[in-house]
């Protein structure tokens, strides 16, 4: 079991940044691959992007590539996800979850999920 906790969402304005961080606790963390999602409500959970195990390889949805870094620090079980250049459309509850793969964008690879952090930002 893994317990997971995002933090680091707010208000901000278009063009504006905001780094999201993800606690871990619980089994190894860094056996698995961390994922960030986002949902607005009313629709379904969109993929945004995934780190493998060791923190080498990631994968960006489209819609945030060149605009969004994930990262991990296995030492101290967390991860982030650098969001820069935001945009209205990025406004959503951001959730880290993990998972065995992190090539696999569906959110059924991912067993454990935070609770979320609200990310709005504002034109």
């Known amino acids: 079991q893994v317990r997971l906790a995002e933090s680091g969402g707010g208000l901000v304005q278009v063009g504006a940044s905001l780094r999201l961080s993800c606690t871990a606790s619980g089994r190894t963390f860094s056996r698995d691959a961390v994922a960030w999602f986002r949902q607005v409500p009313g629709k379904d959970s969109e993929h945004v992007a995934s780190i493998n195990f060791n923190g080498e390889s990631t994968h960006y949805d489209d819609s945030v590539k060149g605009r969004f870094t994930i990262s991990r620090d296995n030492a101290n079980s967390m991860a982030y996800l650098q969001m820069d250049k935001l945009k209205p459309e990025d406004t959503a509850k951001y959730y880290c979850?993990?998972?065995?793969?992190?090539?696999?964008?569906?959110?059924?690879?991912?067993?454990?999920w935070g609770q979320g952090t609200q990310v709005t930002v504002s034109s």
């Open positions: 979850a993990v998972g065995p793969d992190y090539l696999h964008t569906g959110r059924w690879n991912y067993p454990w």
